[in-house]
């Protein structure tokens, strides 16, 4: 797959984190990029449009992003989700990788991990 | 970020205004450090042989080092060692005070020497990023030996000037902090951390101009109103920062905390049960106030 097949979501309930993540991920080229600001928005929309790789905050309201990976884990065994979040301890860690995320980015986020990560995911696909 | 606190110290000691400190902050990002200042800072020349090479200066036409090396004041290996190094950002402040004729040399030599040997300070503490010589600072300008979270607070306080230099820009002083019951801001967002063992509430406060330009400054953008993406802005720095503190935690000490989402109050009184901190930093744009309290 190429990157401008390449389908993404971002997940964080801050308006600025979204855009800044968003805008970046736009510039690169890819066929499209959803929002969801919360946990729960975060399951409705992969559900709707399974995109090809997520970026989930973890500190949400309504549902935290830890529990949004494991209900999206559960209906797609194979999504792809980045934890991209500003509180990464090591128990955050353990619960990411638990609830089935593959890689755990720690605010404030590089453009270049984030196109890294996007570009592994669109070799693999 | 010894400059931020050198500063603090200048206008505490009533040895420069809060317009010349303001306008220097604002200054110095086009001040280069010249051999005297060095030379002052290191110890290798006295205010006196500097002014006098600058009365020679102006009548020959030879460089500083130069004439100083003639001299006899200085060596030529400690001219070179001096113009090699990346100057320090307190030294910065310090040659734009000069610049500015806020300071004389012989003031400048006076005031920093008073500093080093208040805080018990040496030149190279003063070099690069010592964590515990800052923690020192910190905890000696807040008063804040002694209480039981003392060692947090102070910890707290140092990531978050360096990450107000990191995100937001280095042009601020320190202001003393007060002890609080209650806060009344015309907005204010705020965020808890959870620990075992305590919960403890952090915000950031300030007035809607100085709002919107903490905001410009995070997010690189022009931005004219207080709307949802200005609130937004500044929430992230608030999380941005504490995830920080809390991963340090994490890592250093095994201490697990978590945080919750932020909220925002606008232009209401907060109550505090227990004694809160207000910690205000007084910007070129305006003054933020950050308070820590536990819940």
């Keep these: 797959m190429t990157i401008n097949e390449v389908t993404v979501m971002v997940c964080d309930d801050s308006m600025f984190a979204r855009k800044k993540l968003t805008n970046y991920i736009l510039s690169l080229g890819v066929k499209a990029c959803y929002e969801a600001e919360d946990g729960e928005k975060a399951v409705d929309n992969y559900k709707e449009y399974k995109p090809n790789i997520v970026f989930m905050d973890i500190v949400m309201p309504k549902k935290t992003g830890i529990d949004a990976v494991k209900e999206i884990i559960g209906f797609d065994p194979d999504a792809k989700i980045v934890m991209a979040s500003s509180v990464g301890t090591q128990n955050h860690l353990k619960d990411a990788i638990n609830a089935g995320a593959f890689e755990f980015l720690q605010k404030p986020i590089s453009n270049e991990q984030v196109q890294k990560l996007i570009e592994t995911v669109a070799e693999g696909e | 970020m010894f400059a931020q606190f050198f500063g603090s110290y200048l206008l505490n000691e009533g040895i420069v205004t809060a317009p010349q400190l303001a306008k220097a902050l604002e200054d110095k990002k086009n001040t280069k450090t010249r051999l005297g200042v060095l030379a002052i800072n290191a110890g290798y020349m006295t205010a006196g042989q500097v002014e006098f090479i600058h009365q020679v200066q102006s009548t020959v036409d030879k460089r500083i080092g130069d004439i100083a090396v003639e001299m006899g004041f200085i060596t ?135 709002y919107i330009k903490f905001a410009e400054r995070f997010s690189e953008e022009k931005l004219d109103t207080a709307d949802d993406f200005v609130n937004a802005t500044v929430g992230e720095f608030l999380n941005l920062h504490n995830g920080l503190f809390i991963v340090n935690q994490s890592n250093e000490f095994g201490k697990e905390m978590t945080l919750e989402p932020q909220e925002f109050v606008y232009s209401t009184e907060v109550k505090y049960d227990k004694a809160a901190v207000d910690v205000p930093v007084a910007y070129s744009f305006g003054t933020v106030h950050f308070i820590l309290s536990n819940v």
């Design chain 2, 76 to 210: 030529s290996e400690q001219v070179d060692e001096l113009l090699s190094k990346q100057p320090q950002d307190y030294l910065i402040l310090g040659q734009t005070l000069v610049n500015n004729n806020v300071l004389t040399n012989a003031q400048f030599e006076k005031a920093l020497n008073d500093y080093k040997s208040f805080n018990a300070l040496s030149e190279s503490d003063m070099s690069g990023d010592k964590t515990d010589k800052l923690e020192k600072i910190i905890a000696d300008f807040y008063k804040i030996n002694g209480h039981e979270d003392a060692g947090e607070y102070v910890t707290y306080l140092t990531l978050l000037f360096k990450n107000l230099i990191r995100f937001v820009g280095d042009d601020f002083t320190p202001m003393t902090a007060s002890i609080i019951d209650g806060a009344n801001y015309e907005n204010m967002v705020r965020q808890k951390v959870n620990s075992e063992t305590v919960d403890s509430c952090t915000a950031v406060c300030c007035d809607t101009d100085v």
